[in-house]
């Protein structure tokens, strides 16, 4: 069964950091292309970064970029998602996200990806 688990999650005060991470779990990373997504109560789901299979091309969202850093470590078949200087606005459930291909085309549409994790949640407030 094929899965990705999320971790990392909590409460941060505004101006702080946390890393979240994604685990596969039946299937091999490498392969896929992995995108970080959010959701915000009564928004719709937003893109917010992802990563080719190499890990060597990464784009992110504009209201995250210089923020937020996305990685991967395929040895571990793990994602990460390096989060600072977080505002109240970053607020939301946080889901990793894959697609097998070997293209990257920098997209952060959700439908065009096919494996969700089930979320974790991040909160910004003092």
């Known amino acids: 069964q094929l899965q990705l688990v999320e971790s990392g999650g909590g409460l941060v005060q505004p101006g702080g950091s946390l890393r979240l991470s994604c685990a596969g779990s039946?299937?091999?990373?490498?392969?896929?292309?992995i995108g970080w997504f959010r959701q915000a109560p009564g928004k719709e789901r937003e893109g917010v970064s992802c990563i080719s299979s190499s890990g060597g091309s990464t784009h992110h969202a504009d209201s995250v970029k210089g923020r937020f850093t996305i990685s991967r470590d395929n040895a571990k078949n793990s994602v990460y998602l390096q989060m600072n200087s977080l505002k109240p606005e970053d607020t939301a459930v946080y889901y990793c996200?894959?697609?097998?291909?070997?293209?990257?085309?920098?997209?952060?549409?959700?439908?065009?990806?096919?494996?969700w994790g089930q979320g974790t949640q991040v909160t910004v407030s003092s």
């Open positions: 039946g299937f091999i990373l490498d392969y896929y292309v």
């Open positions: 996200a894959a697609v097998r291909t070997r293209r990257f085309e920098r997209s952060l549409f959700a439908d065009e990806y096919d494996y």
